[in-house]
């Protein structure tokens, strides 16, 4: 059983940054690949960025891919999502899930377990 809580959310203006964390209980945390979605009013839940187990494998959303950074502290049991020139599109819930076995990342069903979500507000 792995218990995700998601941090750091809050209101930026449009061009700033934010970085948000996931901090997960439980001794496997390292065995679990991480991932960040995130889900906007009326849209459906989407894929953000994924990072393996051992951090060495990271994958982008093309919406994101040069602003966001996703890491990964296993000592802290910790994920990041370090986003820069935010724009106001980016507004939405992020949510972390983390993934026992590998799949289409890009789906949700493939992760086993969620955070509750921290809301992220870029105003333009």
């Known amino acids: 059983q792995v218990q995700l809580v998601e941090s750091g959310g809050g209101l930026v203006q449009a061009g700033g940054s934010l970085r948000v964390s996931c901090a997960a209980s439980?001794?496997?945390?390292?065995?679990?690949?991480m991932g960040w979605f995130r889900q906007a009013p009326g849209k459906e839940r989407e894929f953000v960025a994924i990072?393996?187990?051992?951090?060495?494998?990271?994958y982008y959303a093309d919406s994101v891919k040069g602003r966001f950074t996703i890491s990964r502290d296993n000592a802290k049991n910790t994920v990041y999502l370090q986003m820069n020139s935010l724009k106001p599109e980016d507004t939405a819930v992020y949510y972390c899930?983390?993934?026992?076995?590998?799949?289409?990342?890009?789906?949700?069903?493939?992760?086993?377990?969620w955070g509750q979500g921290t809301q992220v507000t870029v105003s333009s």
């Open positions: 439980g001794r496997t945390f390292s065995s679990y690949a």
């Open positions: 899930a983390a993934a026992r076995y590998s799949g289409n990342y890009y789906s949700p069903s493939t992760y086993n377990y």
């Open positions: 990072i393996s187990w051992s951090g060495g494998s990271r």
